[in-house]
């Protein structure tokens, strides 16, 4: 007896990366009946190049750069094939100058000693989180490991009064820096490396400098027009031995054999509970309560002439101080700092993580502009930097179908538990 095979109805939630590429391998594969829900008006998700500032060149409100510039990575394969690397750069952040707010800028031989202490930390760091857990059970945070390790290294610099405190001013940049990069406040992160989890290639980071958008337009060109429906929040997957039932806020329903969910973990820490009928496995569940979803945000600014450039590519603020006692009143002394856009003369890219950068989300362009050149004249010492003409800032955390920016373990963590998230959840109706 011959047996037809049906097509089967796949239905994918969220078009941003992880959607599109799941939609153009099924098609690829000859899958016919491929439909994506996204909830936004736009495509891309945590992608979103938008266009901004001088030039030709547009800029990213979210993912920056692709990690590991080499063929074993499918995006930078995807992005040299299109040509879009043009023009070439390797981001470099050994290349940022440290500015104090008394406008002076640190020395280069205390900011090399200073990468040189940061880096061992860290990896201290790292050896010292996996020794806990390992040996006592126990999971700490990155801080106060950082900060305790740091205060040892220092008491062993051995230089004058004002070299260790242009050094202790660097190292609180260097912190601030740590903070956007592992993407929230250190008392909220613990990592642990692991081979299955995160494995990026070697080679730094490179810019798109046309927009990430590019990738995902490319991987868009195959798939059917008809398999993309934008504004379609689902708010629910009914699953069933016979169907999985798919209800979007609007009222619309939409029938599958396969769904695949692509939200990201705020969105589904917060709406899981109702979003799963039946909910989902308490090892997944689990997974969800023990990943968080950073904070950080960018800034940008446009002027009317250069600021940084040609003297500086990027600057670090070195702050005396960078506690925060009130967020209203410290929010700013997160930023990390400022980075010439590379394709642009006068728009200028800020970073800022934590709690700093979910409360930035309350204020408007106008106020984080202003307080923002105000930083730019005190650290550059140069009371004549005009206003910005335009402002621009990402609110990734109030972003209602994202709620975060990428994920980070917090203190229950178990190596390499995000693979739990990936396994497929399978009724009886499709066990053999
Ligand atoms: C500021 C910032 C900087 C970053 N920098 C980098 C970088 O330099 N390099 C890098 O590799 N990565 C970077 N990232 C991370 C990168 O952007 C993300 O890892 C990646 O884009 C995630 O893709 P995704 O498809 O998994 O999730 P998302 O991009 O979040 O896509 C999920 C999609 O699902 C939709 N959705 C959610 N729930 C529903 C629902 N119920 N119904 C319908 N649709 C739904 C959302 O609207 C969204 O479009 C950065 C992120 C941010 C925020």
Redesign the pocket.
Known sequence: MSVLRKQPNVVI????????SAARRLVDAGFRNVLI????DR?????HTVQFGDGKFPV????????GPTLQNS?FQIAEAIGALQPYRINNRMSSRFLREDGVEISREIIKEAFHIFNRVLDEVYRTIINERLKHGRIITFAPLIFESLEKELQNVKADDSYIKDMQKALKAMTNHCRFHEGDELERITWEKHEQEYNIPEGG?VHIPGGYAQIINHLMKLIPKKSLMLK????EILRSDEIIEIK?RDGSTFEADHVIV???IG?LKK?HET?FKPKLPQSKIDVLTSLELGR???IFLEFDQPILAPTYRSIAFAWDDTSIKNVQNDWYKRIFGFDQIFTKNNTLLGWIAGDAAEYMETLSNDEIGKICTELLRKFLGNRNIPNPKAVLV?R?CNNP??L???FHQSKRMIPGEQMILSEPITTPRWTF
């Open positions: 939630i969220g078009a941003g990366m992880a959607g599109i829900l996204e909830a936004a495509i891309g998700g945590r992608i990213e409100l979210g993912a920056n750069w692709i990690h995006t980071d379609k929040e689902v708010v979007t692509t939200s990201s969105y709406h979003l950080v945000n960018k990402s990734w179908y994202v975060g920016s990428y």
